[in-house]
């Protein structure tokens, strides 16, 4: 059978903080309850066009998929397991925001097969999570941590986010200190993206000033210093691991595996067909009508690109050989010329038959990876 990760859209949160441009937005109790009867009407009736995949990975996103209740979470599990074939030892993770986070919520998502935490902490300083209206403090991401321990998790990942406004060396390095002593299994560590239409972009004046370009790299290469002392291991542009405890569903995207997403929003890839849902609520609600839009089959010049750009975002590259199997073409016959040119200037590197980023390389793959685009 062919793998399946599924994405699953929770678009409710507490507060919308400033940087945000994610579709979400605070609901009451009774919102939330319509919202998850489409949902589960979504998953079930979607489960005929998948008898020929297992599902691998499943991750609640948001949003914030915490302010929810465990048995909601539950229910969704449940009919996944129910209506499609799920691998024994799938990766199930959920998205949480230290201030929705209670002991026996915890329980009740262990016990309902949750058994990866993604905790948005994004800093360990409280002035920071203020200003990007974040509704937890430092202590209370501690707490819920510790608790997440308590109740039996052993895979966690911790969010991070630098450049952030009035931001310095000091204070980013202290943030990643205070996360190591922690000890969790994987870090994501991004900088921050000031959105258009989100608060932080329309009032950018009232912040602080935003790090320059050279402390933003200076940033990400103490970074990769202080998580490699500890033993962990970049495998993705801004994503450590412990050995062993990359994110699975992650994978998926960048290395261009079929998935799913259910809810509001949420896009879907599966055989090169590209989709997404309506991000119209009261369209989404309505169970007369049909829930996708922007259909899509990709051509072969775009999944080549996108192997490229996405694969070249993993530390390890991308494989030549692949690239023949999947596309019937060499690489060096496609992209021989930027190849070539990038390995020349000290940004790409070619060790066998994988392709793939140097650390000069990373710290400018925006530019890098714009050029495999045909």
């Not at 016959?333 to 590197?349: A, M, T």
Request: glycine share 6%; net charge negative.
């Amino acid at each position: 059978m062919q793998t399946l990760g599924v994405y699953i859209h929770i678009p409710f949160c507490v507060q919308k903080c400033v940087y945000c441009d994610f579709l979400s937005a605070p609901a009451t109790r009774e919102r939330q309850q319509t919202y998850l009867n489409a949902l589960k009407r979504e998953i079930k009736d979607e489960a005929k066009n998948y008898t020929e995949y297992v599902i691998e990975t499943v991750f609640f996103g948001g949003g914030t998929p915490s302010i929810l209740k465990a048995e909601d979470i539950a229910e969704c599990i449940g009919l996944l397991k129910a209506n499609y074939f799920m691998s024994a030892n799938a990766e199930i993770t959920i998205e949480m925001n230290p201030g929705t986070a209670s002991k026996e919520k915890l329980e009740g998502l262990k016990r309902a097969g949750v058994n990866r935490l993604s905790i948005g902490l994004q800093s360990a300083q409280n002035e920071e999570l203020k200003m990007l209206g974040r509704i937890h403090t430092w202590e209370e991401f501690v707490d819920t941590y510790k608790m997440a321990r308590k109740v039996g998790f052993a895979n966690i990942n911790v969010d991070l986010m630098s450049a952030l406004p009035g931001q310095n060396i000091k204070t980013w390095e202290d943030t990643l200190r205070k996360v190591l002593e922690l000890e969790p299994e994987h870090i994501s560590a991004y900088s921050l993206i000031i959105e258009e239409g989100t608060v932080l972009y329309d009032r950018l004046e009232e912040y602080p000033p935003i790090p320059s370009e050279e402390e933003d790299r200076m940033m990400y290469q103490r970074t990769k210093i202080l998580l490699s002392e500890k033993g962990y291991e970049r495998y993705e542009i801004s994503n450590y691991a412990k050995k062993g405890c990359e994110s699975r569903h992650n994978t998926v995207y960048w290395v261009r595996k079929s998935y799913v997403g259910f809810g509001l929003g949420a896009s879907s890839m599966v055989a090169d067909r590209r989709w997404s849902n309506t991000g119209e609520m009261a369209v989404y609600l309505d169970a007369e009508i049909e829930k996708k839009e922007e259909f899509h089959i990709l051509t072969q010049e775009e999944c080549m690109e996108e192997y490229m750009f996405l694969g070249l975002r993993m530390i390890q590259g991308v494989s030549e050989k692949k690239f023949f199997v999947l596309y019937g073409k060499q690489m060096e016959e496609v992209y021989g010329k930027v190849i070539s040119k990038w390995i020349k200037e000290g940004f790409l590197q070619k060790k066998e038959d994988r392709v793939s980023l140097t650390d000069k390389g990373i710290d400018v793959s925006n530019v890098i990876l714009a050029e495999f685009l045909l």
